[in-house]
């Protein structure tokens, strides 16, 4: 049990760091709202398949918060710990019915995927104001689509390792 535990754990914060990674480091810079499109969106729906909905929402919010705290926003660090953690509780309820389908988790991380665009532009009118936050809209939509599209060749090209990974967890 201990073992599980630890292991769980220890796993919760790899897929954390890889989502943060993706994130912090491969930033596409947004002049109209001053932040950032990223690749952590793929992570976090690969921390959901490999995870599960809670661990894998932990890890989501966790690894994106702390992209924006060492990014110096610090005002973007409650908003992004909510939504990143929401978007993939999103997709882990929807794929929770049958989580080896790779039509509900496409399904799953657009739903989830949906809510982000929805939740960082209301964030963004009540922090930065309408205009920008209208104007980011288009940026984050794409950041979306493109962490769909590369969670979707990543978990098609790696599903054997991916499955003994899932297996080895219990998810």
Known sequence: MRDKKVREIATTALMSALVFVATFLIKIPNPATGGYSHMGDCMIFLAVVLLGRKNGSIAAGIGGA??????G????????????YVMAFIMGTIVKANPESKKLQIVGAAVGGLFQIAAYTLAKILLIGLMPALLSIPNVSIQTLV?????????????????????????
């Open 66 to 71: 702390l992209s924006d705290f060492l990014a």
């Open 73 to 84: 926003a610090p005002v973007w660090i409650l908003p992004t710990l909510i939504i990143k």
């Open 147 to 171: 962490g769909i599209v590369l969670f979707a060749v990543l978990s098609a090209a790696s599903a054997g390792p991916l499955q003994k990974i899932r297996n080895r967890e219990g998810k």
